[in-house]
């Protein structure tokens, strides 16, 4: 019995679709096809027929000769377009990398800095606190930026939370960019630049690195994978426009969860308020340019805060889930340390009681949920 005949091309038995089916596993099936096609099959023998099946014979032999039982796995090719959409997503995945190390050394840098005057003794508890406070609101764009690894890397990243994120992302950048540019630019012109928080140089390449992959990730979950140039501005104003719409609208409320995020979200917005009229008024009143440079660094972390609040929002309020457990933990963490640190700062320098309350309401609030969270994932509840 000639078992060529029954040995069908890859492609005759392959769904056009399939493209993770090697020949190897075809070869698999078209055993197993003769063999019940034989009834009564021997076990294997230690002769020349490897397997025996009534009147079919299949032999070492035989499996040398047919090319499709013998020869080594190979998947089939993709299309132009899937290749390209694996290369796009690949490097947003490692632009967004990146910018997890880069915000993970200055946050280390920062901090270090900090424990180090600390131990020294020669720093008072209002600038240890300030650098502490610092550190943390750089933690919130690490967060933010691993969370949106994770999502480029599971296909998430077209979700509205995901959408909001990389856009207060890219906003971030741009305002640390701008406040970078201007103090460089007063240095250059000879004037004496005082004691920053956090080194302008790095700061600059990190918000660099980081906007670029989340101007990608915003284009891509926008647009889509597979999406060319054609009518990309259009699209993505629109999309701006409705995330601003959407921040600025009355939010939807379903629970003392979602009001006590809705609760974060305005003190977050109050501080980001204050901050830009801060911004102001060092243009008015001719503070110069480091102190306008400081306030919009200040202003651009207040604005990824609420951002994020905002998106916790909209996430506790209802409907279908569209984010993971983990990276929900993960933002009400550093919500929560952000918020913390803030708490402390303001004790120490005596801002008052209702803004500290506040600030440490907010953080422990945050801090519960992000606990939450983790209990739900271990009970496998998402």
Not at 18 to 23: K, P
């Amino acid at each position: 019995f000639n078992i060529s005949s029954l040995l069908l091309p890859v492609q005759d038995i392959t769904p056009p679709s399939s493209n993770i089916m090697t020949r190897r596993s075809l070869s698999v099936f078209h055993v197993i096809l003769l063999a019940s096609l034989g009834g009564n099959a021997s076990a294997f023998g230690a002769g020349g027929n490897i397997l025996s099946a009534g009147s079919i014979s299949i032999t070492r032999a035989t499996l040398r000769q047919s090319p499709l039982l013998y020869r080594s796995p190979s998947p089939l090719k993709m299309s132009a377009s899937d290749e390209l959409i694996v290369k796009r997503r690949k490097r947003v995945e490692i632009g967004y990398a990146t910018s997890v190390a880069a915000w993970t050394g200055l946050v280390a840098a920062i901090a270090g800095r900090a424990v180090q005057s600390s131990l020294s003794g020669a720093a008072t508890p209002t600038l240890v606190a300030r650098l502490a406070y610092t550190a943390t609101l750089w933690a919130v764009t690490l967060a933010v930026a691993a969370v949106a690894l994770d999502a480029a890397g599971t296909d998430r990243i077209s979700s509205e939370p995901l959408r909001f994120l990389n856009f207060g992302l890219l906003g971030q950048s741009a305002l640390n960019l701008v406040a970078c540019a201007v103090s460089f630019a007063a240095i250059k012109c000879g004037m004496e630049c005082p004691p920053l928080p956090a080194p302008l140089f790095v700061l600059a390449w990190a918000s660099f690195l980081t906007a670029v992959p989340a101007f990608k990730g915003w284009w891509y979950g926008t647009r889509g994978w597979g999406t060319g140039k054609s009518g990309g501005r259009s699209a993505m104003t629109a999309d701006a426009l409705r995330i601003v719409r959407g921040s600025l609208s009355l939010p939807k409320i379903s629970g003392w969860n979602s009001a006590g995020y809705l609760a974060v979200t305005v003190f977050a917005g109050c501080l980001k308020l204050t901050t830009a009229t801060a911004v102001y008024r060092s243009v008015v009143d001719g503070a110069g340019p480091f102190w306008f440079a400081g306030y919009l660094i200040r202003l651009s972390n207040y604005s990824l805060i609420s951002l994020v609040a905002f998106a916790l929002q909209k996430e506790s309020s209802g409907g279908t889930p569209q984010m993971k457990g983990a990276n929900f933990a993960q933002l009400n963490f550093a919500l929560a340390v952000a918020l913390g640190a803030k708490a402390v700062f303001w004790n120490t320098i005596g801002a008052g009681m209702p803004l500290v309350a506040g600030a440490a309401s907010a953080s422990a609030f945050t801090a519960g949920n992000g606990i939450n969270s983790l209990k739900k994932i271990m009970l496998n509840l998402y």
